[in-house]
């Protein structure tokens, strides 16, 4: 036993914002091993220029964004290559954004939409202004050479 | 199953940040503002609780809810939490429905928080946006406000709603709240204030969204034999409803829309729905609530609604899916003045509208989301709150004001939304 114990002092201290109340400054990061599962393919899919959705082998369902099981049926969906071309369903420029995207803003979002397939696909719109983006435009996919294994490997053009 | 009274409720003022009180302490207020109006209740009467926060992140604590139920005195009793995005307080209040619904409780407490001003503005919208599709939608440029000006960019599209129409629920919700002192962001705005105010995703400006909050709210529930006997005025909750849909908006269907009792399919030829401009989840939710509580027609037999209006264009598209109006007329019904409250001089005028209470049908006369706040957990009971208050026609005593108080309101409508409309909650309340 030691009466005369001490916990090591350190020069750590705090980033302290307040005194009433006591606001200090706590970080936070993570990284996270994530694995994209049934969902991989669609992910290497894009390092070689293509774009692949699902189609329901039990209905018939086709999805841009790809699934494993169709949300219509329950039954396993196979790969289904898209159009490289389709059309503006809707869109936004953002001006402002998430943390990690505000200094992309601003950016174009838009959803796109394929002859033949009953879903949309979220994407980036690039060589538009906002004012030029219309429902119904024609666009075009192009891919990112150097891939990030992300879905922003492929983004829209107009067509 | 056997009927439930909503029998107290409390709030805290919804703020920029309170950062004087932890989570613990502002339920503990709204708590205490709930046991103070209802005398015959005290804390060991309540048989368990419900607690409803929506993000880890925001308080950067697990299991939050475990501490506000022993801030409160209430262990060792029952209790657990929910959580879904948005609509976390609506789940929350029809879990203690369900709990003293189905025997198990008497007496539960739905108590919900949200501490949103612990980190700055935009990773606050990080945070949120993580309750998109991590693999397809948050890397794209993850932004709710981004998402919802999709979704009303297509609704423009399909049905030629207009960035005035939008603006004018930001007019209306905003004077509301200038009687609603627990409301965060009052003002007299105009439409050209929304329009000309910084732009956050075209369509939709800063005066177009709601904003982040800290804040809490309590609801206390109760069977019919514990309301009696508590004494008070108790209000019934006579409907509750949900509806999901998928998480991303791309995976919309477009299909048949599904009807409510007053309307036809020939309403609707042509109309491809949910796709992105309509939230079916909402329709589901409506629906089922409707069904609970026989309502034939909601704009003729509801006197108010407290929507889920995080976005100005969300309470547009809102109305449709309640039926208080067709799908493609949200614009219109909002330039006809049914959702205004009479006795506020708003700036605007209808020229072809004079109230009855077959038309009119106030929407958010507490502020709504887009001037009360929005602390996540928080809202859903908020709502339930101010309804509460409406039926039992002690708005004045509350507010301190009662421009707010809807004459002889009966029976109101609760709605809470997640997501891009992922999960929608419909409760229906009313006076006895
Ligand atoms: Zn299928």
Known sequence: MNKNAKLPETEEGSVLFNVEPIIVKHHYEIDYLHSYAQDS???????????????????????????????????????????????????TTCHFGGEAFLKETPFTLVLVEFDGVDTLF?????????????????????????????????????? | MRPVYMITGGITKFAKAHPEMDFRLMVKEAFDY??????GLTRDMIDGSVCSYFSDHFTRQLKAGAMVQDY?????????????????????????WEAVASGRMEVCLAMGFETMSRVNTWKGNEFIALASDTNFDYPVGGFYTGYYAMMVRRHMFEFGTTVEQMAKVAVKNHRNALHNPYAQSPAELTIADVRSSPMVATPLTIRDCCQMSDGAAVAVLASEEAAARLGGQAVRITGVGSGTDA??????????????????????T??????????????????????????????????FVELHDAYTSSEIQTC?????????????????????????????????????????????????????????????LMQAVFAFWQLQETIAKHLGDSTLQIPDARRGLIHSHAGTGTYITVSILERV
Request: charged share 20%.
């Open chain 2, 320 to 380: 449709e899916d309640l039926g208080l109006c067709r799908y493609g007329e949200g614009g219109s019904f909002i330039d006809g003045g049914h959702s205004f409250l009479p006795n506020i001089d708003y700036g605007l005028s209808f020229p072809a509208f004079s109230p009855t209470a077959r038309n009119h049908i106030p929407v958010n006369p507490s502020g709504g989301l887009l001037a009360c706040g929005h602390p996540v957990g928080a809202t859903g």
């Open chain 2, 247 to 268: 998480m991303r908006m791309a995976d919309r269907p477009h299909g048949g829309v599904i009807l409510l009792p007053h309307e036809s399919s020939v309403d609707y």
């Open chain 1, 41 to 91: 393919p669609f992910f290497a899919g894009l390092t070689k220029g293509t774009l692949l959705g699902s189609r329901c082998t039990g209905c018939g369902y086709t999805y841009a964004t790809p699934r494993g099981h169709c949300m219509e049926c329950g039954t396993r969906t196979e790969w289904h290559p898209l159009p490289l071309e389709g059309r503006v369903h809707t869109y």
């Open chain 2, 72 to 96: 409160l005195g209430l262990c060792p009793k029952p209790s657990r939490r929910i959580e879904g995005g948005g609509a976390t307080g609506g789940l929350c209040f029809q879990a203690a």
């Open chain 2, 270 to 303: 042509g109309l491809k729905y949910p796709g992105v401009h309509s939230f079916r989840a909402g329709r589901m939710a409506a629906k089922l609530a409707y069904e609970m509580a026989g309502i034939g027609n909601p704009r003729e037999e509801l006197d």
């Open chain 2, 34 to 39: 709930a046991l103070n109006d209802l005398p």
């Open chain 1, 122 to 159: 979220l994407s980036r719109l690039v060589g538009a202004e906002p004012e030029e983006v219309a429902v119904g435009m024609p666009v075009r996919a192009r891919f990112r050479r150097n891939c990030t294994f992300k879905p922003t490997d492929v983004y829209f053009v107009p067509a």
